[in-house]
């Protein structure tokens, strides 16, 4: 009777196990995905800022030079 009865623990215990850790990678993803979010609008921004300053040095004519 005991090897069944660890046999049901230990299998418990391996899906608490594994619970715990798909939490941990869902938060995880979460976080992830936040701040591939957050990125991608800082890059946008720029990408603006950046198509405008272009556009000025275009109308003045000057170059990098």
């Known amino acids: 009777m005991f090897w069944p009865m660890l046999a049901i623990a230990l299998g418990f215990l391996g899906v608490a ?3 715990v ?3 941990k990678v869902f ?3 979460q976080r992830l995905g936040r ?3 957050a990125t991608t609008e800082r890059i946008n921004r720029v990408s603006e800022d950046l ?3 272009a556009t000025r040095l ?3 004519g000057d170059s990098l030079r």
């Open 35 to 37: 701040q591939v979010s």
């Open 58 to 60: 275009a109308a003045t």
């Open 17 to 19: 196990v594994l619970g």
């Open 21 to 23: 850790l798909g939490i």
């Open 51 to 53: 198509e405008q300053a």
């Open 27 to 29: 938060v995880e993803a």
